[in-house]
């Protein structure tokens, strides 16, 4: 019933979309200087740049990969031991070389030499060299800080776990691997150059660290022009990094806050940050500075289990992500604001950076703050930039640039500055001091944590909520896209209204959620809104359009159709660069079988199964291209294949899947309940096992499964639909009358909450 109402509203955007004006659609990107250059180099920019070289030399960019030397490596080699796991590894040194013994892809003890140094302080990690082209970045790490701060010594990444050989984890295993997981952001012009035909990498860089061009581009055009002087107004460059030339910032005497005194024009430095500053997948190789950034990257947005609900940082979430949802970042901030680009230090240290912009006399007092002396808590960071500290030893900032919010902390359990300090006191008391303080609570810049906290929790207000936030430009757009890209799980009008809404948007962001989103239609009724953004200006926009639209083809029309393949041509050149990946593999084989070609599809999937035969997802859609060729007895074998692999929970919920087309059942419900009994976080396989258990006439069980996952599900749509019609089944009227009160009252615009309403004559 849903659908249909949304095919109706669907007709109509189609039709609009149609015949809208040009001038709607979003902007194009103006190409980049249009330059032929090759790099030269770091050292070429010495003799023109002397002060800018020199302040890199000493940067962290500079030796954010190194080969292996006496001057490079700071860890102990001489014969020092570190035990984790039951393992302990030996470092040691043998004709000016340096080795690790330790566990090795096996389990066993091997001797391994350490080729390359990566990264510098507050920690340094090494790389080991294999006969295929991959490094390997060990997890033993070496602890370089003053040994007076708990440095130097060895240390393991994962120091609370016990990660063997056979953990994803592990040194030897692909989340170690340098090739794809690190060297686009520690070297320069990397080409990872992998061959999927015989599994092994040829990855080659320009500089084999972070050099001058990472940022400026390729130089032999600079060069050529600094020693010619033609008359070419780009200097040879493929970046001009100037959205601040000529720009000042004043303080307003009457909010005590800097005003930039023209508006930043683009994004272009901020873009060219991210490329290494930001949580992000690499999609293609080849990205000089000036290109537009999400053409060879996808970044991630505000995702759970990245950032908790109010957008703070929680996982290695990096900086672009959070400076993004800042007000800085929206008056007008951009990185070398803060940052001197070439030595990576700031301009001024403590407060008297902030005082650049903000009114040292109302900010940098004991009003504003109410701590005495300069003590923590004092300065700005301490309250508006709290660390995280990553990779055991690494604090990081957080760049959202936001006002403690205590009362989030109560309502929410997200984290605030002032109990990171106060940690003997709890978050009430924070409460009541700031309201002692200021009177009230302050609400800050980012107001969306409820909103993005009732979707994480699947509550039915989630919905709504995220909807309200997509419209909303006064909002972070990152904010506007993570909430369209959540509305996935909300299919109801208002869903359909802000994603459709959200193709027209100006950023990219926005509009690669949307397209996503609207996967929700049918094929026929995402088609003309998708359609057009198969020519949209940024690649991660266009491939989304293309895998979304794979299954749309056989209702396009020819210039869809047509339109359809550059594309699709690019979806599978990104899947392609990073086939080293299962998920690659398996999303290219779910691309080819949304566009029904089975035979690429299932090779795909088992050659990711090749890769790696415990990756479920592979398994999963295997599973699902064999029964759409009516193959549900290859589909069984190919899952218990995968079972005896990995015991995962999807395995067995997709198994009792099989097991009830083939009439089995019986043994369905030993998988479903299996699948619950491994994932009980997970309702959809409650949900299963439930009706698996009414339909074969177990209706107390079923209704006391409804139940028990309603505790760990309270707003679950489906769960609650499952418990009225499970005892109106039964004959529980009142039971049944009571639950669709729950559900109507939760979803007030579900046509199937509003019928069993009206069926029960349940009324408030």
């Known amino acids: 019933m849903l659908l249909a109402t949304a095919a109706v509203l669907i007709a109509t955007v189609g039709a609009w979309w149609s015949f809208r004006p040009d001038a709607a659609r979003p902007p194009a990107i103006p190409p980049p200087h249009a330059i032929d250059a090759s790099f030269a180099g770091s050292d070429a920019c010495a003799g023109c740049h002397a002060d800018a070289y020199s302040a890199w030399k000493a940067s962290q960019h500079a030796e954010a990969m190194q080969h292996a030397t006496a001057t490079t490596v700071l860890g102990n080699f001489s014969q020092a031991t570190f035990r984790y796991a039951g393992i302990e590894s030996t470092f040691y040194k043998r004709n000016d070389k340096f080795f690790v013994r330790t566990d090795g892809a096996d389990g066993q003890l091997a001797d391994f030499e350490i080729r390359y140094t990566f990264g510098l302080a507050p920690l340094q990690q090494y790389l080991i060299a294999f006969p295929d082209g991959r490094l390997q970045a060990l ?402 926009v266009r491939i989304e359009a293309a895998y979304v639209l794979a299954d749309a083809l056989q209702v396009a029309t020819p210039a869809q159709r047509a339109a359809f393949e550059r594309p699709a041509a690019e979806y599978e050149a990104v899947q392609r660069f990073s086939a080293d990946r299962p998920e690659a593999r398996t999303a290219l084989g779910s691309f080819y079988a949304r566009q029904g070609r089975f035979g690429d599809a299932q090779a795909q999937l088992q050659s990711a199964l090749a890769v790696d035969p415990a990756f479920i997802p592979a398994h999963v859609n295997l599973a699902d291209l064999l029964r759409v ?26 198994l009792g899947l099989t097991l009830v087309r083939l009439g089995r059942n019986e043994e369905a419900l030993g998988e479903f309940k299996r699948a619950a009994q491994l994932a009980p976080a997970d309702a959809r396989f409650a949900y299963v096992y439930a009706v698996s258990l009414q339909s074969g006439g177990k209706a107390k069980a079923a209704v006391q499964e409804v139940d028990r996952a309603l505790a760990r599900h309270p707003d679950h749509r489906d769960l609650l639909v499952a418990a009225v019609t499970f005892r109106r089944d039964a004959g529980d009227i009142v039971g049944a009358r009571r639950y669709a009160l729950r559900l109507s009252g939760r979803y007030p615009d579900d046509p199937d909450a509003a019928e069993l309403t009206r069926e029960l004559g349940a009324v408030r």
């Open 629 to 654: 060729q009516g193959r549900d007895a290859d589909a069984e074998a190919a899952l218990r294949d995968g079972l005896r692999q990995v015991p995962a929970a999807e395995l067995h919920h997709t």
């Open 139 to 540: 997890s033993v790490a070496w602890d370089s800080r003053p040994k007076e701060t708990g440095g130097q010594r060895w240390f393991h990444l994962y120091p609370d776990d016990k990660v063997d050989h056979r953990d994803e984890l592990h040194w030897t295993r692909r989340a170690q691997n340098w090739n794809f997981m690190c060297a686009d952001c520690h070297s320069t012009d990397v080409r990872k150059n992998y061959d999927a035909e015989t599994d092994t990498f040829q990855t080659t860089w320009k500089e084999i660290a972070v050099g001058c061009e990472a940022c400026h581009g390729p130089a032999s055009a600079h060069i050529e022009w600094a020693r010619t002087k033609p008359g070419d107004p780009g200097k040879g460059l493929t970046i001009a990094l100037d959205e601040r030339a000529n720009v000042q910032w004043t303080i307003d005497v009457k909010t005590g806050n800097g005003v930039r005194s023209r508006a930043r024009p683009q994004d272009t430095e901020i873009g060219m940050c991210a490329q290494c500053h930001a949580r992000r997948s690499q999609i293609l190789d080849g990205y000089r500075a000036g290109l537009e950034f999400q053409d060879f990257y996808r970044p991630a947005l505000l995702s759970p289990g990245l950032y908790h609900p109010d957008g703070q940082q929680r996982d290695e979430v990096f900086t672009w992500g959070s400076f993004l949802q800042s007000r800085m970042y929206h008056a007008g901030v951009t990185c070398s604001d803060c940052h001197e680009p070439h030595s990576q230090e700031l301009y001024v240290s403590g407060n008297a950076l902030c005082g650049t912009c903000h009114q040292a006399s109302k900010y940098d007092t004991a009003a504003h703050h109410q701590h005495a002396g300069d003590g923590a808590g004092t300065q700005c960071v301490d309250c508006h930039m709290p660390p995280t500290t990553y990779m055991v030893v690494d604090p990081r900032r957080d760049h959202s640039l936001r006002v403690p919010r205590p009362d989030l902390s109560v309502s929410l359990g997200t984290p605030n500055a002032c109990n990171d300090c106060h940690n003997t006191r709890d978050a009430q008391w924070a409460v009541a001091q700031l309201a002692q303080w200021y009177g009230d609570a302050p609400q800050g810049f980012q107001r969306y944590a409820g909103t993005f906290a009732d979707a994480e929790r699947g509550a039915a207000e989630g919905g709504p909520g995220l909807a309200v936030l997509a419209s909303d430009p006064s909002q972070p757009t990152i904010a506007r896209a993570s909430a369209i890209e959540a509305l996935a799980q909300y299919p109801a009008q208002a869903s359909v209204e802000a994603a459709r809404a959200g193709l027209a948007d100006r950023d990219a962001l926005v509009r690669r959620a949307s397209v996503g989103t609207l996967s929700m239609l049918s094929p026929a009724q995402r088609l003309p809104l998708v359609a057009p953004l198969l020519d949209d200006p940024v690649r991660t």
